[in-house]
């Protein structure tokens, strides 16, 4: 390590659905983060390392920011909004939208009581004319004093270099936390939990909300076989929602495992044999005793 190594935490925020998942996946080089089109699929702060010759950044990915309807939602935006102390730098993700949302605005207003270094990242930048951009920046920079402002795409990967180049300048001098191979914090279960939740999510779309929620029951290796056993759980809220995420001849099932299964085998860089059960459990959202049941504490946040 040399005598000038950087270290430091890195808080992503912004509303649900913005692309914080999607940009924190790219700039570790590695898939650890749940992505989905539905809002609100982040729903524990996830811990990413990125470590380099010269310095080792801990991203923290929070759920969005957003107006809680329930226990879950409650933890969700307790866990963002205190992920913004005791932190080096905050990366704040926005769509390029010159007309600043109700909901931006309530980040906004959040923001204000940050004595952290505050950068604005307007992502999906690929999606708008330059013109647009230069509105978007100047709604914003009316709004906040942000220490930056930069434009990406998390998607395509632009201006990425920019970004880790800008922020290892605001990182302060300190230790490497994590081992240099460590990539994440999470624990192996909760990792194949989040897979398994996100091909559900994908493939179910709009038909069922984002009420579900995955429980490792058992995670073993076969003696003397590159076979991983995984026996899950997948909760949904309503009997209706049991029979579509089964679907026909257990065809939808199927497809969810397939799917997780490809990831899931990436990920350990084993061969596993994966069963899925569906679960009822009515109003887990609004349970204390479920939330910690599947990983949502507060006494974590």
Known sequence: MNNNFKSGFVSLIGRPNVGKSTLMNSLIGEKISIISSKPQTTRNKIQTIL?????????????GIHKP??????????????????IDLVLYLIEPYDKIKDSDRAILDRLK??????FLIINK???????????????????????????ISALKEQNKELLMDTIEKYLPEGPQYFPEDMITDQPERQLVAE?????ALYLLQDEIPHGIAVEI???????????????????????????????KQGAMLKRIGSNARRDIQRFLGSQINLQ???K???DWRDSDFLLKNFGFDSKNI
């Open 51 to 63: 470590t380099t010759d010269s310095f080792q950044i801990v991203f923290i990915d929070t759920p």
């Open 276 to 278: 899925i059960w569906i």
């Open 195 to 199: 897979i398994i939740r996100e091909k």
């Open 217 to 247: 029951n058992s995670m073993k290796s076969r003696k003397n076989k590159d076979i991983v056993d995984i026996e899950a759980t997948l909760y949904c809220e309503k009997d209706t929602h049991k029979g579509i995420i089964i679907g």
């Open 113 to 118: 009581n940050v004595k952290t270094p505050v």
């Open 69 to 86: 309807k329930s226990k879950l939602g409650d933890y969700m935006v307790k866990s963002a909004e205190n992920s913004l102390n005791d």
């Open 280 to 282: 009822v459990k009515k």
């Open 125 to 151: 930048i690929d999606t708008v004319e330059k013109e647009q951009l230069l509105k978007v920046i100047d709604a914003y920079r009316q709004e906040y004093d942000f220490k930056e402002i930069i434009p």
